[in-house]
């Protein structure tokens, strides 16, 4: 059983982690041990390079939290050109995987209040009277209808960065 640590307390980051992981490596294959962790970087990063750095730097972190672990796992969601998406960043003791998610371009209105330095999820929270959306369904599954979520972006996003952990291809 592989030990997974995601660098986060979040509800819908471990959620994400959890699905991919089984569906690679199979269901009930892995037990995770969720750890709260600083990312160096501000509460809503700004810019690519911002929000990658946040994922390494968590993984940084986890693995100094729990160096015994197989597995340390970071989803660091950023805002650049506009649009919110996010950094997922794993590691094992040998290798990283890394993967963008898929990105949603933000209204005026909403982009307006995060670039004067407010994070996204409290401006979604306190427009849509959902608290703590960003713990839920965030800002996409708000703008999707519910068709994704912020959950089901960061599992694909999860996948994705698990590819050099399983695939041949990549050795």
């Known amino acids: 059983m592989h030990h997974v640590v995601p660098a986060t307390k979040n509800p819908a980051k471990i959620q994400a982690i959890l699905q991919a992981f089984e569906a690679i490596f199979g269901e009930g294959s892995c037990h995770i041990d969720a750890v709260d962790v600083e990312s160096g970087v ?7 390079a911002q929000t990658l750095s946040g994922a390494r730097q968590r993984v940084v972190n986890a693995r100094q939290a729990r160096p015994e672990a197989d597995f340390w796992v970071a989803i660091e969601a950023g805002i650049d050109q506009g649009s919110t998406y996010s950094w997922v960043v794993i590691e094992d003791a040998h290798q990283r995987g890394e993967a963008r998610s898929a990105t949603m371009p933000l209204p005026e209105k909403i982009l307006a209040q995060v670039t004067a330095g407010q994070p ?12 703590q959306i960003g713990r839920k369904e965030g800002a996409i ?9 912020r959950g089901s972006v960061y599992y694909q996003a999860v996948v994705l960065a698990l ?3 399983h695939n041949v291809l990549y050795r």
């Open 120 to 131: 996204l999820g409290p401006v979604m929270s306190a427009l849509t009277g959902i608290e």
């Open 141 to 149: 599954g708000v703008f999707t209808a519910g068709a994704l979520t």
């Open 163 to 165: 590819c050099p952990f």
């Open 42 to 48: 501000p509460e809503q990063p700004m810019g690519d």
